[in-house]
């Protein structure tokens, strides 16, 4: 073969640029079917003196390719691997990337906050159901159907003559039907009053309800466990007050409220919740369901006391939202504000 012609294979074998393209030129020469190969066949016409000189020849010329592809090969197989470590590289010097993840909504917060405050003094947390009905959100509370005090609680009545709870006291009935004293409890929860919204009133917003029913309990129990939380919500020197209020599920009744002042040097008493003592026609209705079920009247001769607090309002007072339409807008500029530093991962933390 004459020289130009090896030199024109070396740089085909040259010119390949990945591994396969260079086993493809490899074959097109030094195959079973190559050209090199088909010379050698040939060589059985030949004389042996043109054999022998033919034969070292194309020996010269097989080396010599196979060297170059044996060379190219291993430069190719150089650069995929460093391709393949670049590709993969990971720069341990560049900052973490950080996926904000969602926080605790700011009411699940307080809410989870008064559990535990409450849980320190031995409360045990239960779930009442939203859709309640007449009977528990109201008769047995000693609110029949003809008294005024229903206009107190604006409701959404459902087809079935169900209604959407217009607070968490039904939960009181339904814990004292299944339990015997001494309990106390609290129930959060979402609560629903077909009124108008403004800055400080919503139709659905949530409820803490407490109840605690034993022998000898006085209102000053009451008023020592509303000053405990309200010192845990907003500081140990927080001055709470109460005030005189109806409810007919209580007797005496009172709304309490706490003495809030702002850094802008505004303040004023503002309402938490209502509470009182609870009713002793609560504690006969009670029993009156109880004996219907087959159980025993255990109440009568009771004393106990309950309260609800807003749990919206606690929220707007700890933090100074001025508007509680801002918790439901779901505007992650306000939500974002209250949520913890602790809830922000960054990537290695997660992985
Ligand atoms: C009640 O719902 C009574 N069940 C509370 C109670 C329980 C009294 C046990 C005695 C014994 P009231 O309607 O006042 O009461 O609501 C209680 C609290 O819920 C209010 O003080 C206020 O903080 C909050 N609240 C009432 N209406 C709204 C509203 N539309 N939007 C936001 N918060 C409200």
New binding site residues.
Partial sequence: MQHEAQNEILDEILASSSLEELQTVKTKYLGKNGLVTSQLKEMGKLSPEERKAKGAEINALKTSLEGAVEARKEVLEQAALEAKLHSEAIDVTLPALHFPVGGLHIISRILADLEGMFGRLGYRTVLGQEVEDDLHNFDALNIPWFHPARD??DTFWMTDGRLLR????PMQIRYMLEHTAPLRITVPGKVY?Y?ATDA????M?H?L?GLLVGDNIRMSDLKGTIAEIARGLFGPSTKVRFQPSY?P??EP?A?FSVWWENPRGESKWL??????MVHPSVFRAVDDLREALGKPRTYEGKTGF?????A??IAMLKYGIPD?RYFYQNDLKVLGQFRGELETLSILEAL
């Fill in positions: 107190l609680w217009t607070h968490t006291s009053r009124e400080t009133h919503e139709s917003f409820q309800e409810y599920f209580v009744g709304d309402e938490l919740g209502g509470c009182g309950a309260f609800g607090l807003g919206e309002r509680i």
